[in-house]
């Protein structure tokens, strides 16, 4: 699905640029101040030293229904921990629409699947916060970034994640 999106023309920048008050127009200013901390504490974590890369999607401002196929996603930040010979680990954190119209905020580690059944991807240890009740975009976006912080300078070896969540190892030769 991310693949999919990721061929349209998608904004992306540092934190500073997303247009917080257009992509999310039912929260409020305090939550957005908190949004910002969350990205600077990630950006500091940044094994990289760069800060982290946001992609939005305008589009999905509005609840775009729930006949349309995937996951409709509005803010999201990926980073890439490993990427070599076919094997891959990213860790990732979103904001998106859930089935029901309400924002939820995720955060898992995918890993590359060498089952022999294909799944192509596993999502492993993910964390959701749905935005509902006493729950503010706030409070689901800093529990869902606290993982993701976790994650950044943890392990980058696909195999101890694999390992990790009882799944097959890579095949070699
Ligand atoms: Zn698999």
Redesign the pocket.
């Known amino acids: 699905m991310i693949l999919m999106l990721r061929l349209m023309n998608t904004p992306s920048g540092t934190f500073d640029a997303v247009p917080l008050e257009d992509l999310f127009p039912d929260a409020g200013v305090a939550d957005f101040g908190r949004l910002r901390r969350s990205a600077d504490e990630i950006d500091g974590v940044q094994v990289s030293g760069k800060p982290q890369v946001w992609e939005w999607f305008p589009q999905h401002v509005t609840f775009p229904g729930r006949a349309k196929a995937g996951t409709p996603e509005i803010l999201l930040a990926e980073v890439s921990l490993y990427d070599e010979g076919g094997d891959w680990l990213e860790v990732s954190l979103d904001v998106e629409w859930t089935e029901d119209s309400l924002l939820r905020v995720c955060s898992a580690i995918s890993v590359a699947?060498?089952?022999e059944?294909?799944?192509?991807?596993?999502y492993i240890d993910p964390v959701e916060r749905t935005v509902v009740g006493a729950t503010s975009l706030a409070d689901a976006f800093e529990t869902a970034a606290g993982r993701f912080i976790q994650w950044l300078p943890g392990p980058r070896d696909p195999e101890f994640w694999r390992a990790h969540a009882g799944?097959?190892p890579r095949k070699h030769g």
Do not use: E, G, Q, R
């Open positions: 699947c060498w089952c059944v294909d799944h192509n991807a596993h799944l097959s």
